[in-house]
């Protein structure tokens, strides 16, 4: 009983903190990925609360086609490493090796996860019309843009509604659905 008692909150922590960074790394390699503009506040907090880790990466692994390889390696590497200190708290009768494997799925997951906020996000700011300089409204356009742009021509406004979004969240739900169970299977993954 006391072990469930003190074990649940220190899993909360980690899968909280480690969630935390692992999220700001992933969007910091999706911005780079959409060329973002990177002088937006915005991006300026994700760069610098994510530079020194991604510098001393950067000298071994370097950027690929404009991709920001180091990035996606930490997220990786990170992702890893917290699951690899939930199995040794939990008790899992794996081994913490496994990890590595493991954080694949958990990784493809993060960025579906980030991409149907995004748009979520998108759709309640398309109800308020903000500024379009703003900051955020701006970075989030930026990355739903890739997604948003082949649903628009897909499904045009009906009687001045937009659509698409809802197409893209179904559509990325279900690559949820499909994609990650059997990532999860491959890799044998107790979580």
Request: no cysteine; net charge positive; aromatic share 10%.
């Amino acid at each position: 009983m006391t072990d469930s008692y003190l074990l649940n909150p220190v899993v909360f922590l980690i899968q909280t903190l480690f969630g935390l960074y692992i999220g700001v790394v992933a969007i910091r390699f999706l911005l780079q990925g959409v060329r973002a503009d990177f002088y937006n506040p915005i991006s300026q907090f994700v760069v610098k609360v994510t530079s020194p880790v991604l510098r001393p990466l950067r000298r071994v692994i370097p950027g690929y086609g404009g991709m920001d390889l180091a990035a996606l390696v930490l997220a990786w590497l990170l992702s890893a490493l917290e699951l690899a200190i939930l199995v040794l708290l939990m008790g899992v009768d794996r081994s913490p090796f496994g990890a590595l494997g493991w954080a694949i799925p958990s990784l493809v997951e993060l960025f579906i996860n980030i991409f149907l906020f995004a748009v979520l996000i998108r759709v309640v700011l398309s109800w308020v019309s903000p500024d379009p300089y703003n900051p955020a409204v701006a970075l989030v356009s930026r990355i739903t843009d890739p997604l948003m742009r082949p649903a628009q021509r897909l499904i045009r406004p009906i009687g001045g509604i937009d659509l698409s979004p809802m197409l893209v969240m179904i559509g990325l739900v279900l690559l949820n659905m499909l994609l990650i169970p059997p990532l999860k299977w491959l890799v044998a993954s107790p979580f």
